[in-house]
């Protein structure tokens, strides 16, 4: 398989739900999307310029993923800038919403959180690529602490909410695997990523143009767990863009989840 073009990106994902409109109101009310269409049991989301960005599937009878199992670790969602994670910040403070943790990258700064059926979330935004350390070819990334308070105070940071700027998009996904050396063959033989680091413990995190990463993969659920049972909540299909990228579905097995590669502007 021939290397992804550099302008590969992460275009839209489709996630599982137990009750849309539970669901819906969160990403719109806590997170900031805007519900741009709704079509039975099935949302569309996004922000002002109108892209869906995630897909919601409402299935009522939908179980929770056991904890030893492949599948979501978290999708993360990239904001345009610092002060507009201070906004997201602020918002949740706002909304009593908990957060599970919160890290300095180096690459990037994150906040993590949970939804409403305990899929796993990150809003983050990137340090300029030129800041970014390496390693020979790796990127280099860390889980150092991050000063809240003072990302709060971020100039910009203090402005109305109006939900999630325009440029927000989603940045990666990152799946819990049960081998790291399979799901570099899926990924990076199969679906055309470049490895982009390999030193994390437990972990591999790959991508397209010398991103830090729109693939995330990790084994911290334990090596050798089984895939998600089929009805469980979580991410069913993530999508992959770029300008002259030949349209093709394939499923990882190990998690369940579709790869759907597609030229820029193809459907979500």
């Known amino acids: 398989m021939a290397l992804l073009p550099d302008d590969a990106h992460i275009g839209a994902v489709t996630l599982r739900v137990r009750d849309l409109d539970r669901s819906s109101a969160f990403y719109q009310e806590v997170l900031g999307f805007r519900e741009l269409h709704r079509s039975g049991r099935v949302a569309s989301l996004g922000t002002a310029n109108e892209h869906t960005l995630i897909a919601l599937e409402e299935h009522p009878g939908a179980v929770f993923r056991p904890r030893r199992s492949a599948g979501l670790f978290h999708v993360a969602i990239l904001t345009p800038s610092r002060a507009a994670l201070g906004r997201s910040l ?6 009593g919403w908990p957060l599970s943790g919160v890290a300095d990258h180096l690459v990037s700064e994150a906040l993590y959180l949970d939804d409403p059926d ?14 970014w350390q390496r390693h020979g070819p790796e990127i280099i990334m860390g889980t150092d602490p991050l000063d809240i308070e003072e990302l709060a105070r971020e100039p910009g940071a203090e402005l109305p909410w109006n939900g999630l700027d325009a440029g927000t998009v989603i940045g990666h996904v990152h799946l819990q695997v049960p081998h790291l050396d399979t799901a570099e063959s899926f990924y990076c033989q199969g679906g055309g990523f470049t490895p982009m680091l390999r030193r994390y413990p437990g972990a591999l995190f790959v991508a397209a143009g010398g991103y830090h990463h729109h693939v995330g993969l990790n084994t911290w659920a334990g090596v050798g767990v089984p895939p998600p049972p089929g009805d469980a909540v979580g991410l069913r299909r993530f999508i992959v863009q770029a300008r002259d990228l030949a349209p093709r579905e394939v499923v990882d097995a190990a998690t369940g989840v579709v790869v759907a590669f597609t030229p820029t502007g193809g459907n979500a």
């Open 90 to 95: 602020r918002r949740l403070v706002d909304r």
């Open 118 to 131: 305990g899929l796993g979330l990150e809003i983050y935004r990137d340090r300029p690529r030129d800041s």
